[in-house]
């Protein structure tokens, strides 16, 4: 059985942060932070306003750009144009 990680206040901003964000991947979160599509599930519903999580959930379900597998072959990237600017973000650092 995993262990579940306990996250900071910031690192929970900033993966609802990401998971609102329209060309952030679930894979992207997971790399990020080791949270597969379930589980950004469960810590959005955890999280958020019921309304908030619903509205959420209702445009992103299925959406192609929050799925790499069912992306276009020409977006290759999953950061957006800000993401360098934001801050306590791991991937823009390296």
């Known amino acids: ?3 579940e990680r306990i996250f900071s206040p910031v690192e929970i901003d900033r993966i609802i942060e990401m998971a609102w964000e329209d060309r952030t991947t679930f894979d992207a ?3 990020q932070f080791g949270l597969n599509q ?3 599930i469960a810590l959005m519903r955890k ?3 019921a309304n908030s999580f619903k509205r959420w959930r209702k ?3 299925n959406r192609p750009t929050k799925h790499a597998a069912l ?3 020409d977006i290759i990237r999953f ?3 800000l993401q360098r600017s934001i801050t306590h973000n791991k991937i823009s650092k390296r």
């Open 1 to 3: 059985m995993m262990e």
């Open 29 to 31: 979160i997971e790399i």
């Open 38 to 40: 379930t589980a950004v």
């Open 47 to 49: 999280e958020m306003k």
């Open 59 to 61: 445009r992103t379900k």
């Open 71 to 73: 992306r276009t072959k």
């Open 79 to 81: 950061k957006c144009d």
